[in-house]
T-cell receptor, first 113, second 115 residues
Framework: NAGVTQTPKFQVLKTGQSMTLQCAQD?????MYWYRQDPGMGLRLIYY???????DKGEVPNGYNVSRLNKREFSLRLESAAPSQTSVYFC????????????FGDGTRLSIL | AQTVTQSQPEMSVQEAETVTLSCTYD???????LFWYKQPPSRQMILVIR??????QNATENRFSVNFQKAAKSFSLKISDSQLGDAAMYFC????????????FGKGTRLSVIA
């Protein structure tokens, strides 16, 4: 039972390069989320997909795009990476109901030089 | 917009003692859910405990319990008989009960356990 799988686990980019972070869940969850975690800032929501076919902006969407490819997969794309996007990125999924917890992937540490 | 505040950036506790981590939140909603997540050095986000706002009884999971004060908008986490494995970042999170909405996280409290 893999849960939420993120790839890659680590990545170093140069400023201006593009990159897609992949996320897949095998729990048949309707909702998926992308967060970034920076020191002292907690987890901030970038984008989320409440259900297949829908996406919505979160707190810090600038510089990112997302694609809900199907119910299982939700990718995050950096079109032109900037040093300010150096962070740890977490994907999560949950059932639609509010009481259901979010299940998180192990994170992707992304460094942009 | 809802906000979650954790006023203690760092806390420490002696092994086998009890520690309480604070969390307050701001919302105008009456229907919502509250969560505590643990993040050890491995970076995993692990659900510790959760509370439904309409339930007056405080949630308990083994050594972990909450003190939910709805009127005060306070949701503290108590860890009893602290163990070395409890050392981690702890995040308080809020989720609206209306619609399908994401979690809103506090900035976290780093807990150290002293042997």
């Amino acid at each position: 039972n893999a849960g939420v799988t993120q790839t890659p686990k680590f990545q170093v980019l140069k400023t201006g390069q593009s990159m897609t972070l992949q996320c897949a869940q095998d729990m048949n969850h309707n909702s998926m989320y992308w967060y970034r975690q920076d020191p002292g800032m907690g987890l901030r929501l970038i984008y989320y997909s409440a259900s297949e076919g829908t996406t919505d902006k979160g707190e810090v969407p600038n510089g990112y795009n997302v694609s809900r490819l199907n119910k299982r997969e939700f990718s995050l794309r950096l079109e032109s990476a900037a040093p300010s996007q150096t962070s740890v990125y977490f994907c999560a999924s949950s059932e639609a109901a509010g009481f259901q917890p979010q299940h998180f992937g192990d994170g992707t540490r992304l460094s942009i030089l | 917009a809802q906000t979650v505040t954790q006023s203690q950036p760092e806390m420490s506790v002696q092994e086998a003692e009890t520690v309480t981590l604070s969390c307050t939140y701001d919302t105008s909603e009456s229907d919502y859910y509250l969560f505590w997540y643990k993040q050890p050095p491995s970076r995993q986000m692990i659900l510790v405990i959760r509370q439904e706002a309409y339930k007056q009884q405080n949630a308990t999971e083994n050594r972990f319990s909450v003190n939910f004060q709805k009127a005060a908008k306070s949701f503290s986490l108590k860890i009893s008989d602290s163990q070395l494995g409890d050392a981690a970042m702890y995040f308080c999170a809020y989720r609206s009960g209306t619609g399908n909405t994401p979690l809103v996280f506090g900035k976290g409290t780093r807990l150290s356990v002293i042997a």
